[in-house]
């Protein structure tokens, strides 16, 4: 494993626990500040919408510059951001704290897989994606306990000066460990079949806006935005499915999303490597067994062996397709890193459709199994849409000889392993 992927890896992770972590400290965090729970709820709310935002506009803005330096500075950006919360005097100064660390966060993973699938050999691409998310992956098993046991002992502001703390790890590992070519051409697309051979990646805005013209970019950032939201659609209410439905008492909630979490690692390790075997093969499996187990699971919700094993299996099949999707959109977006981005953003589109729908199944009084009906329901459409994809060829890119040429020599400088 190169070095510049565990810095990537620790970078994923101090980015997953300033995203999760919040879960556990809004109590203290609304006492400190005088404010209502709702507006402190907020505080994740406009988190995840400046994701949607940055993802795009971040990855636009710094299109022309070296990959490797636009990391070092969104790693500081979100490094600024976690430090104006840990020193908020204001619900404001965190607000906007929240909203400064976010900006970092789709970027970082669209242009961070560039630079980790860059790292590798093309037949190992999906796994070096995977090893990057495994960092998110381990947040999601570990921010909300970690930010509750923090805030708990030393109060809320300590778990925001930790996370600060291995976002400035993060920075110095990856500007020590990634090399400066990494991630910035390569042709490392599968060659042959319906996968393109990429060529030297579009750095321009308007060369990056033209991978959008491509229906394989639309078909897979439909699919990922689909099975995004029917997984995270269900589980933004699965903590009432649990004790409404389950029987499980509220204590329970956190060693059963622990099993989710566990869940989602394991299914990022599988999926990456499945993926470089055959990915669309593995993207189709991976969307079907999510909708099967979500609609299972609202079957049996109420038995609690079988919430226990369907929870893990519902993180397991959802974050399977992750390093294939993105994989994916980059390969036949030649390499653009507008694409990746684009990716992250149609994510938590896909995450905040699927709230929406399952809270208005709720309110529409379908009970709390609902949102497991819904889920499985859109995560139904994405498969479909993932089997048109994978049956929709396309034509294989082949740029001129001397753009594969340059593209060969900028991929033996920055030397495979």
Not at 81 to 97: D, H, I, K, R
Not at 247 to 274: C, E, H, K, P, Q
């Amino acid at each position: 494993m190169p070095a510049g992927l565990v810095a990537l890896a620790l970078g994923g992770f101090g980015i997953g626990l300033t995203e999760f972590l919040i879960a556990g400290l809004l109590p203290q965090v609304a006492s400190s500040f005088a404010v209502s729970e709702a507006a402190a709820g907020r505080l994740i709310s406009g988190y995840a919408l400046s994701v949607a935002v940055g993802a795009v506009a971040l990855t636009a803005a710094t299109a022309r510059l070296p990959r490797k330096e636009v990391l070092v500075g969104l790693v500081a950006l979100f490094v600024i951001g976690n430090l104006l919360s840990a020193v908020a005097t204001g619900y404001q100064v965190m607000m906007l704290g929240r909203i400064v660390a976010a900006l970092c966060h789709g970027s970082f993973f669209g242009i961070g897989s560039l630079v980790a699938r860059g790292l590798v050999a093309p037949e190992k691409k999906s796994r070096a994606v995977a090893v990057m998310f495994g960092g998110l992956t381990l947040a999601n098993v570990l921010g909300v306990p970690f930010g509750a046991l923090v805030g708990e002992r030393w109060g809320w502001r300590a778990a925001f000066w930790a996370v600060t703390a291995i976002g400035v790890l993060a920075l110095a590992g990856i500007a020590a460990l990634v090399p400066g070519a990494a991630g910035q051409a390569r042709p490392d697309a599968v060659r042959g079949g319906s996968e393109p051979i990429a060529p030297v990646p579009p750095s321009g805005l308007r060369a990056q806006l033209r991978a959008f013209r491509s229906w394989q970019v639309w078909l897979t950032l439909t699919a990922t935005a689909l099975g995004y939201g029917g997984m995270f659609g269900a589980f933004t209410y699965i903590a009432y499915t649990f004790t409404e439905v389950g029987g499980f008492s509220s204590s329970d909630v956190a060693w059963l999303l622990m099993v989710y979490g566990v869940g989602l690692v394991v299914g990022n390790i599988v999926g990456g490597r499945a993926a470089d075997r055959d990915r669309d093969r593995t993207l189709v499996l991976a969307l079907l067994g999510l909708a099967v187990t979500l609609a299972v699971f609202g079957l049996l919700a109420e038995s609690a062996v079988a919430s226990v094993v369907l929870v893990f299996l519902m993180g397991v099949f959802g974050f399977a397709s992750v390093p294939g999707m993105i994989t994916r959109v980059t390969d036949h977006a030649h390499g653009a890193a507008l694409a990746a981005g684009a990716n992250v953003s149609a994510s938590n589109i896909g995450n905040a459709l699927g709230a929406w729908l399952g809270g208005l199944a709720i309110t529409a009084g379908l009970g709390h199994t609902a949102p497991l009906h819904v889920g499985s329901a859109l995560v139904l459409i994405a498969f479909v849409v993932m089997v048109v994809a994978a049956r929709r060829p396309e034509r294989p890119y082949r740029g001129p000889a001397t753009e594969r040429e340059g593209c060969r020599a900028v991929s033996v400088s920055a030397g495979r392993t």
